[in-house]
């Protein structure tokens, strides 16, 4: 598999930020990629939705403004 070298190069990053493997990111970004998105985990059906791309996406209401304070409470559990 030939990838470009800056592609390459931010994998390599995000694994050892992960503490990972190369591999393991790649492996993980082909699954996500490959598996439907009706397949993907919603840990929260009543916070998430599964997006168009396949990402979990915050419910709102139309016109709604995602805030930082309300990303901080679905953090924090």
Request: charged share 30%; no cysteine; hydrophobic share 40%.
């Amino acid at each position: 598999m030939d990838l470009p070298d800056d592609l390459l190069t931010e994998a390599k990053t995000l694994a050892v930020r992960r503490k990972t493997t190369l591999k393991a990111v790649v492996e993980s970004a082909l699954r996500r990629e490959i598996r439907p998105a009706a397949e993907i985990e919603n840990p929260n059906p009543e916070k998430f939705e599964v997006g168009l791309l396949g990402f979990l996406v915050i419910k709102r209401k139309p016109g709604e403004t995602i805030t930082l304070e309300m990303i901080q409470t679905i953090q924090d559990g």
